[in-house]
């Protein structure tokens, strides 16, 4: 199976993209705080913060997971810089690239930084033409332990979105309290990313034009 994303590049071993932080996840991060609330609620509201973190940093972000990306030479990612190809793969931490085929013939001289930036050597330009394709297959995703905040950052905007509309302003428990900030409180949809947010999350968004 394989799954093409959003982002123009297909996960090859996935038939559909894999959940960030499942509700079990969540309920553990929470102490199962919010068990009452009904399991399809909660799973919806992680779906949309993840899709809403995964959309700002451009890419699939989860564990590492092999790609394949079909492009052409006209591409906005594949610059012709003298007799070589550099290619912006649409991922961040970059771990391997197995193969890089150009209009049919595969090139093996080739060094990728982490942050996707691709280069490949030498390239024969000679019959090539604007829509001749390019193939790039490689791996990309986080380390296990890279994973924890954003699985935290998820589960801080859906607690938010569960406990805001039910008309939660603060809560004690064991007695301490917690009074929720009202910017907090304003924008307390799953989706909505605050400033705090996004720069947590610049490290992992793709770089270069897409």
């Known amino acids: 199976m394989s799954l093409l994303t959003q982002w123009g590049y297909t996960l090859t071993e996935e038939s559909e993209l894999p959940s960030i932080l499942t509700v079990d996840e969540f309920n553990d991060l929470t102490g199962s705080k919010y068990a009452k609330e009904s399991e399809d609620r909660i799973e919806a509201e992680l779906n949309a913060a993840g899709a809403a973190v995964r959309n700002f940093v451009g890419w699939h972000l989860y564990d590492a997971a092999s790609c394949l990306l079909r492009a052409a030479l006209h591409d906005r990612r594949v610059t012709a810089v003298g007799p070589d190809l550099l290619i912006q793969l649409p991922a961040r931490f970059v771990s391997e690239v197995t193969s890089v085929t150009i209009n049919g013939t595969e090139y093996e001289a080739f060094d990728c930084e982490t942050n996707g930036t691709l280069r490949v050597y030498d390239v024969s330009f000679l019959g090539l033409k604007r829509y001749s394709p390019v193939v790039v297959e490689y791996t990309a995703g986080l380390p296990a332990g ?29 007695g301490v309290s917690v009074t929720y900030n009202s910017n907090w409180i304003n924008s307390a949809q799953s989706t909505t990313l605050q400033d705090t947010n996004k720069e ?6 793709v770089q270069g034009v897409f």
């Open 200 to 205: 947590l999350l610049m490290p992992y968004r």
């Open 146 to 174: 890279m994973m924890d905040p954003i699985r935290e950052l998820i589960a801080h905007r859906v607690t938010h979105a569960v406990a805001v509309p039910s008309g939660i302003t603060s809560e004690a428990s064991g």
